[in-house]
């Protein structure tokens, strides 16, 4: 039995890794997929993707970062689909030059209002209609970083990251007895292409050794496949060959 059966959940990052992945295991769940990202040909290919392989699932293109087109798009995602009953919040990313002796103030704002921003923009979007129903689950894809600082993210990608913490608390602090549940999952490091945005990116014998973006959809799947009275507040895993513990050459700073 599919657990998600026609469930429409909403996951933004929707083009490329985790958030892709996550459209293809929660699809085979049973759910009806509506994904969100910026580059529109990208997610488009991912949305038929889905079709060849016999999944309900439109594409909306979007930058998480305005609120006004996030709003506009849970509307039409209500009205072409129906109302969201699982949002997956999986669009992120981070910079090159991340550190403070380099990082300029634009920067910092462009990180923060993709990762934290946005992950709030898509929340207030749907929050009031899963409360309505008294049903709803809401996943936030953070990082390793939202538990535990890590100095190579740099400081706009950790400051957003720990904040998606309390966002995720404050959710299940006030929505639980509505229904609604929410749910920080915290990898560690993952070999997707945002890996390449690093300083110095890391070698492909290293890329091998991390999770996978089918590792975390699994992670997710199980999440959201839990019975509603249970709430997963917190889900932290990484690699067994695990760079923050052991470190690499390419992990160190700057002096």
Known sequence: MKTLDGKIAWITGGATGVGRQTAQRLARDGARIALSGRREAELEQAAEQLRADGYDAQAFALDVADADAVAATAERIAVQMGPVELLVCSAGLNVRQRYWQDLAAVDFAKVTRVNLEGVANCVVAVLAGMRARRSGTIVVV?????????????????????????????????????????????????????????????????MARMLTADDVAEAIGWVVGMPAHVCINELLLSPTWNRIHLGGADLQMPV
């Open 142 to 206: 953070s990082s390793w970083a939202g538990r535990h600082y890590l100095p190579f993210a740099g400081a706009a990608y950790n400051a957003s990251k720990q904040g998606l913490a309390g966002l995720v608390d404050s959710l299940n602090f006030e929505n639980g007895r509505h229904g609604v549940r929410a749910c920080a999952i915290e990898p560690g490091e993952i070999a997707t292409p945002i890996l390449r945005t690093r300083p110095v990116p890391p070698s492909a014998e290293e």
